[in-house]
């Protein structure tokens, strides 16, 4: 029993020994690791990471989420953006990914940098595109000298060739039956009336009967009934005008036809561009089912209208195609050298030499506002500064600058996009941020919405393809105007739409603008169908409606569509909405205030 009190005390006396221990030494310890520590900032703060929405820069939070607006998920802000508004500093890395390359303005008489000469800014050639098409001049329509009805017909589609002598159809005639009986007739008082005879002879002649069909006709004593056609010239059918059983007149169409062993070759010139073409300029081009071929032809004529849609005027220039490898309707991308005569026909220079031309690549478009990134030289990292222009004309590949830059400075030309949106981001003054303000401006003129301009380069296949996303657009919009919530099937038509977008089509800084929209038009459409009241999908119908704007304007589309707005709207902040229809039907109160609005573009 002693024994056992015994080993019970030298049991709790050890517990106690270590849990002094425990209590008071480990945290003397504890205090000696951290003891040179400093404690003012802990770790956590020091590597704080930001959070923002790329459609909404303004919104920053310390973690990840939801943007509050438009419910797109947030991504991490880069740092080390501590700079002016305007002013957006990038690592090496981003440089590299983002493919930036620089061009220093020149004069257009001066040095325009290796990049610039690439892109032949300010240079003799005038890069310009457009399709080949038959020289109008060998269309000819193919006739029937006599009237009656077609028994056979040789050839019956577009596209066949005929050549010249060859059978094209048999023409039963009444008049002609008459007159080969009158001619009969005739040559049985030939030995009394010798002139009924040639008169006969005559008017068969003037039907186009041929000399060897008459001489068979007065040996054999028999009438021919179905009369055969000859083609007068070689060529290629172009549209067939008459059909087996149907009566022709004398002088009906038969068919259409041209030579296509020459073609023309029609450029779509700017007016801008006009006064450096001249007749005579030697033209180069090629056409994508010859790769690595270029024909060579000349100006002849240059048209003395303007188309009034397109603001472009015809440059055409002749190519033999006696091999008929070229086909019209063909697209061509060609140069004209041009040679910028004067009017007594002298050389002369199309823009002053004093004036400064950046490649077109290197300007983004803001409505009234053109603005290019600048590199700031002597920055330890790569930095670009958000810079406004005032652009001039076009000249060739690139535009004339007329204030904002000065000579010597290096412009982004390739990479601007991407800049541009790493400046969103970090919430800088960019394309997409009207909430970042320039120095030295008045609040009230903050930074407009810069969509950039890939008209030119859009095919018209990828304008269709919008086309059709508006028209799945479209009843969207009227179930807002109805003050109606939309369904699954309304959005579903949507997402089919914009999922037979061919992305492919558009290449590089086009590509990916298009990839920005079409995840916004995506992201506030599934969040649209979230809500349950019109009212917030209201919302998210304008931030849809933005995006689809944005693209539609960016790259153009096929249809006649409206941008309409209402500045009331969102409690007077205003949105914008599309419609294919001038009359305003508002789609953010409906009967509310269904006239509030106006036309603000027209696409």
Not at 102 to 128: C, H, P, R
Not at 198 to 210: D, S
Not at 283 to 293: L, W
Not at 345 to 368: F, N
């Amino acid at each position: 029993m002693k024994t056992r009190t015994i080993l019970y005390l030298v049991g709790a006396l050890a517990l106690g020994l270590l849990a002094g221990y425990l209590l008071f030494d480990g945290k003397e310890m504890a205090e000696d690791d951290h003891a040179g520590h400093d404690h003012t900032t802990t770790s956590t703060d020091a590597g704080a990471q930001i959070w923002t929405c790329s459609m909404h820069p303004q919104i920053q939070q310390d973690g990840p989420g939801d943007c509050p607006l438009c419910g797109m998920d947030l991504i991490p802000l880069e740092t080390g953006n501590s700079t002016g508004p305007a002013v957006l500093t990038m690592t090496e890395a981003a440089v590299a990914m983002a493919r930036v390359r620089m061009v220093v303005v020149g004069s257009v008489s001066g040095d325009m940098g290796a990049d610039a000469g690439a892109k032949e800014v300010g240079g003799a050639g005038l890069k310009l595109s457009g399709r080949l098409a038959p020289d109008a001049r060998t269309a000819a329509v193919e006739v029937s000298e006599f009237g009656g009805r077609i028994e056979r017909l040789f050839v019956s589609f577009a596209g066949e060739q005929v050549r010249a002598g060859q059978q094209i159809a048999t023409v039963y005639s009444p008049d002609l039956v008459v007159a080969q009986e009158e001619l009969l007739q005739a040559r049985k008082f030939v030995d009394v009336n010798p002139e009924l005879v040639a008169a006969a002879r005559a008017k068969l002649l003037n039907l186009e009967v041929t000399e060897e069909q008459v001489a068979e006709l007065e040996s054999t004593g028999e009438v021919i009934s179905n009369f055969p056609v000859y083609a007068d010239r070689s060529g290629t059918i172009l549209e067939t005008k008459a059909e087996v059983g149907e009566y022709v007149k004398a002088g009906g169409a038969l068919y259409t036809y041209t030579n296509l062993s020459n073609l023309w070759a029609l450029f779509d010139a700017y007016e801008e561009d006009l006064a450096r073409v001249s007749v005579g300029d030697r033209v180069s081009f090629s056409v994508n089912s010859r790769p690595g071929e270029t024909y060579a032809a000349r100006v002849t004529f240059i048209d003395p209208v303007l188309d009034p849609t397109t603001r472009t005027a015809a440059v055409r220039a002749e190519v033999s195609n006696r091999n008929g490898r070229l086909k019209p309707g063909m697209f061509v991308e060609g140069k004209i050298l041009v040679g910028d005569r004067s009017a007594d026909g002298s050389s002369a220079s199309a823009v002053p030499a004093d004036e400064l031309v950046v490649p077109r690549s290197a300007v983004l478009w803001t409505g009234e506002r053109s603005v290019v990134y600048v590199e700031v030289p002597d920055a330890s990292v790569p930095t670009y500064e958000f810079r406004e222009v005032t652009v001039g004309e076009r000249v060739g590949d690139g535009y004339r600058i007329t204030a904002g830059l000065a000579a010597g400075e290096r412009v982004v030309f390739n990479g601007a996009f991407q800049i541009d949106a790493s400046a969103q981001l970090n919430n800088k003054a960019s394309m997409m941020n009207r909430d970042v303000l320039i120095q030295g401006r008045e609040p009230e003129d903050a930074t407009a919405m810069v969509i950039p301009n890939y008209r030119d380069e859009t095919p018209e296949a990828f304008r269709k393809q919008l086309g059709k996303v508006v028209e799945a657009y479209l009843p969207l919009k009227d179930q807002m105007v109805a003050t109606e919530t939309a369904d699954e099937s309304l959005i579903a038509t949507l997402r089919e739409a914009l999922a037979n977008v061919n992305m492919s089509l558009v290449k590089d800084e086009a590509h990916m603008y298009w990839m920005q929209q079409l995840e916004a038009i995506g992201t506030h459409a599934d969040t649209l169908l979230k809500k349950d009241d019109v009212a917030a999908q209201r919302e998210q119908f304008g931030f849809l409606s933005q995006a689809l704007i944005n693209a539609l304007t960016s790259f153009g589309v096929s249809g006649d569509y409206y941008v309409q707005h209402c500045p009331m709207a969102f409690d007077n902040v205003g949105a914008n909405w599309l419609s294919d229809e001038e009359q305003v039907r508002n789609p953010y109160f409906g009967d509310l205030m269904m006239k509030c609005g106006y036309v603000k573009a027209e696409l």
